[in-house]
């Protein structure tokens, strides 16, 4: 079954983003905050608590960059014509080397006939990176992730399919919220990221997923007749 998306649904308001804010860096400031007490009254354990701090950091300034990303210029303000096939092909050699060291192929199942898009590069890439590495995350002990790309005359489906431990329908219903993560590293924000910039993008994100079997992500964008220049 296909579950479409929807924007009005799951499109966070701005305070649920900046409770989950607080709540995200408040977690690593407490740490930090107990370990540094540590560090004052006592000798022992300094290189631990030391390595602790500076993880917890880590942890806040990759939350900050997460969200940078999605604080990036809209895409109408960057838009140009662009052929979606090299970005898609561009993105799989950034993700094939950590495949490679995970076994995991990426296969893309598309001839290199122009296809047209009005958007912004670097966020495309963007949203089919965080698509790569989330099927390569759900993939535990390898496999293959498919690429493909349906095309008719007003629109492009970008469709990503992993072989990962897929989602149930509850899973499926928590996409998309800020800071939704089922993984001990994950941010919760990738998802969202890749949904703003399609629907940016005038496109919509659809996920089909069966457990322990695998994940479909397919983006659908608008297509342009023709390079505007
Ligand atoms: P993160 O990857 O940091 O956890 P994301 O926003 O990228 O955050 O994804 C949110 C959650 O959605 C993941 O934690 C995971 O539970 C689920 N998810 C996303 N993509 C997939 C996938 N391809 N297969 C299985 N689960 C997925
Ligand atoms: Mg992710």
Not at 8 to 20: D, H
Not at 107 to 114: E, G, H, R, Y
Request: with cysteine.
């Amino acid at each position: 079954q296909e579950e479409q998306i929807l924007q009005s649904e799951k499109l966070s308001t701005v305070g649920q983003l900046a409770a989950g804010i607080a709540h995200e860096i408040r977690n690593p400031l407490t740490a930090i905050n107990g370990f540094m007490k540590l560090l004052r009254t006592s000798d022992h354990n300094k290189e631990l608590y030391f390595e602790i701090i500076e993880s917890e950091l880590k942890r806040i300034e990759f939350i900050v960059n997460e969200l940078l990303i999605l604080s990036k210029p809209q895409a109408s303000h960057t838009s140009k014509s662009l052929n979606i096939l090299p970005i898609l092909e561009h993105v799989i050699t950034l993700m094939n080397v950590q495949a490679a060291l995970n076994n995991i192929e990426i296969i893309p199942l598309f001839t290199m006939t122009p296809i047209w898009i009005a958007g912004d590069i670097n966020q495309l890439k963007q949203a089919f990176i965080n698509l790569l590495k989330n099927a390569m995350e759900a993939m535990n002990y390898g496999g293959t992730i498919r690429i493909t790309v349906y095309c008719n005359a007003y629109e492009v489906q970008i469709a990503v399919q992993d072989e990962g431990i897929g989602m149930s329908p509850e899973q499926i219903k928590s996409l998309g919220q800020p800071f939704y993560s089922t993984k001990d590293k994950g941010t919760g924000l990738g998802f969202m990221i890749t949904q703003n910039i399609i629907h940016n993008h005038g496109g919509t994100i659809a996920v089909e997923s069966v457990l322990q079997q695998g994940t479909t992500f397919i983006v659908t964008l608008p297509i342009i007749a023709e390079i505007e220049e």
